[in-house]
């Protein structure tokens, strides 16, 4: 599985747009792109994932660069119910999904 | 429908003993796997199976085992319980193929002392 880099902390306001990048500069032709997130220390929960379009669903907008290396996880209007730490995973649906150590994202009021 | 059902939600060790943390799920997964996350740390990969009777280590698979005599079920077993091993551990499963979800259980807290 590809390995994806991202900033160990990020802050945004209440209502604003959270915008949560990930480098994935070795990504290969069928790995998609997931998110996932961890609110206080329970199971990580699916937002997202996409192959090479952006996604957008209920809670989350994706959006993958052309050359597929990076991409950014948008919450289009944070709440303080957001906080939560944000996991980018490269995964050809493949069986060892390695989860790195993901954002903390911290929304204030 | 249940999802992925872990069981103990607690439970505290002492040293050398062993026990075995129980994952069911009812979605008839073919792929499933365990997890440890020590506090503030992201999630660290410890067997995974990719059907009934195959297994396999991920990352951190020193001092667990694992089978898997049916679809359903992944138990983790720890042969010798070391402090080193206090943790949440995760369970999770997924159907196999591209673009598919993992699906998690609300984590199991291990206490060795």
């Known amino acids: 599985d590809a390995k994806t880099t991202q900033p160990p902390s990020m802050d945004c306001a209440e209502g604003r747009a959270a915008n949560l990048p990930c480098n994935h500069s070795t990504i290969s032709g069928n790995e998609y792109v997931y998110w996932y997130r961890q609110i206080h220390s329970q199971g990580p929960q699916y937002i997202i994932h996409g192959l090479k379009n952006n996604e957008t669903n209920e809670m989350a907008s994706l959006i993958i660069t052309e050359d597929r290396k990076s991409s950014t996880l948008i919450l289009p209007h944070a709440t303080l119910r957001d906080t939560a730490v944000y996991y980018c995973?490269?995964?050809?649906?493949?069986?060892?999904?390695?989860f790195g150590a993901g954002t903390r994202l911290f929304v204030k009021a | 429908n249940a999802g992925v059902t872990q069981t103990p939600k607690f439970q505290v060790l002492k040293t050398g003993q062993s026990m075995t943390l129980q994952c069911a799920q009812d979605?008839?997964?073919?792929?499933m796997s365990w997890y440890r996350q020590d506090p503030g740390m992201g999630l660290r990969l410890i067997h995974y199976s990719v059907g009934a009777g195959i297994t396999d280590q991920g990352e951190v698979p020193n001092g667990y085992n694992v089978s898997r005599s049916t679809t359903e079920d992944f138990p983790l077993r720890l042969l010798s319980a070391a402090p080193s091993q206090t943790s949440v551990y995760f369970c999770?499963?997924?159907?196999?193929?591209?673009?598919?979800?993992?699906?998690f259980g609300e984590g199991s807290w291990l206490t060795v002392v």
């Open positions: 995973i490269v995964s050809p649906g493949g069986f060892k999904t390695i």
């Open positions: 999770a499963s997924r159907i196999t193929g591209f673009g598919n979800t993992i699906y």
């Open positions: 979605m008839n997964h073919e792929y």
